[in-house]
């Protein structure tokens, strides 16, 4: 017998993860947010998915604490809702990033990638890695700059 089969593992931190943001709209949700997206309206014109859909992963990314809700209202109009990265959201982003460099690697676009993370002051693309070196410093979401790579065709 395999010795995984030893254990109950229900409470493993990757199974937790993938609970939380695994599901694919929630993914894709979470990408249009790193991109600058925050209205419902904006996220469901974005990822074409039906406004059920987009409503309960909206919910449920903000029950988690990913994302947060705050109000805005245009001149005229009704209060709406606005969604926002949390800490804990920007936390999931170098995971996301680290799928994105896995694809990239494996199953590239023929036109290139569509966007680079990059750090600004040195220019060199950012790369996600495992380390068990104590002194590797990671960099913070406000030392990156995801921007259009090659592979970003314009609309229209």
Same mark, same amino acid.
């Given at each position: 017998?395999?010795?995984?089969?030893?254990?109950?593992? @229900? #409470?493993? !931190?990757?199974?937790? %993860?993938?609970?939380?943001?695994?599901?694919?709209?929630? =993914? +894709?949700? &979470?990408?249009? *947010?790193?991109?600058?997206?925050?209205?419902? @309206? #904006?996220? !469901?014109?974005?990822? %074409?998915?039906?406004?059920?859909?987009?409503?309960?992963? =909206? +919910?449920? &990314?903000?029950? *988690?604490?990913?994302?947060?809700?705050?109000?805005?209202?245009?001149?005229?109009?009704?209060?709406?809702?606005?969604?926002?990265?949390?800490?804990?959201?920007?936390?999931?982003?170098?995971?996301?990033?680290?799928?994105?460099?896995?694809?990239?690697?494996?199953?590239?676009?023929?036109?290139?990638?569509?966007?680079?993370?990059?750090?600004?002051?040195?220019?060199?693309?950012?790369?996600?890695?495992?380390?068990?070196?104590?002194?590797?410093?990671?960099?913070?979401?406000?030392?990156?700059?995801?921007?259009?790579?090659?592979?970003?065709?314009?609309?229209?």
């Amino acid at each position: 017998m395999h010795p995984r089969f030893l254990y109950e593992l @229900d #409470d493993c !931190a990757i199974l937790g %993860g993938i609970e939380t943001v695994g599901e694919t709209w929630a =993914l +894709k949700i &979470l990408r249009e *947010a790193i991109y600058g997206l925050r209205r419902f @309206d #904006d996220f !469901a014109r974005a990822l %074409g998915c039906g406004r059920g859909v987009l409503s309960d992963r =909206l +919910k449920k &990314l903000t029950a *988690a604490g990913i994302l947060a809700r705050q109000a805005y209202a245009e001149p005229g109009q009704r209060a709406r809702a606005e969604y926002h990265m949390t800490e804990m959201g920007w936390d999931v982003v170098p995971v996301l990033l680290a799928l994105g460099q896995w694809r990239e690697r494996w199953a590239p676009a023929s036109g290139g990638a569509a966007i680079r993370v990059t750090e600004p002051r040195s220019g060199r693309a950012v790369q996600m890695l495992m380390t068990a070196d104590p002194k590797a410093t990671s960099l913070s979401m406000d030392e990156v700059r995801i921007a259009l790579g090659p592979g970003a065709r314009r609309i229209g």
